[in-house]
């Protein structure tokens, strides 16, 4: 039951994604794909394999929703993050939005425990609410190092990253 509402929400996140207005290049928004996807990869890997503070289902297509919402739709949510934060100037949306994609993330950490695809006997959804947090802060810093990147390279050159 878990694979097919996951693979869902991924049709999605590439519809929200591919028709949203970015300020980020194409290139801009691989990297930063490429990086978050890294991330979340070495911690969901860090946490059940090394610290063992979270345990992961043995059942294939649990663990596939698993890789799924760590590899692609986690990513696809910074992005968001991102190129929201930069769209919009107003504090005030732009921290709903972060409280939004916190929420919509943390959700979908509720349902990986609900479908078993994750127990954690060391460690409380708190501390995951946290560390999500913590994500979708360090998608705002590599989006905007990306942006100044992007910026620096059309002023000196006239072209794009």
Request: aromatic content about 14%; overall charge positive; glycine content about 4%.
């Amino acid at each position: 039951m878990s694979l097919p509402f996951f693979i869902s929400i991924l049709i999605m996140l590439i519809y929200i994604v591919s028709f949203m207005r970015k300020k980020l290049s194409f290139t801009s928004n691989s990297i930063q794909f490429m990086v978050l996807s890294i991330i979340s990869t070495n911690y969901i890997t860090i946490m059940t394999n090394k610290l063992e503070w979270i345990k992961a289902s043995e059942d294939v297509t649990q663990f596939i929703s698993l890789l799924i919402n760590r590899e692609c739709i986690l990513p696809l949510v910074g992005i968001v993050m991102v190129n929201g934060y930069l769209n919009d100037g107003n504090r005030t949306h732009r921290f709903l939005l972060y409280v939004c994609l916190l929420f919509f993330i943390s959700v979908l950490d509720i349902l990986h425990i609900h479908f078993k695809t994750l127990e954690y006997p060391q460690w409380s959804l708190l501390n995951t609410i946290i560390m999500n947090g913590t994500f979708l802060l360090i998608c705002i810093w590599i989006g905007l190092g990306l942006y100044y990147l992007q910026k620096k390279e059309e002023r000196d050159s006239g072209q794009n990253l």
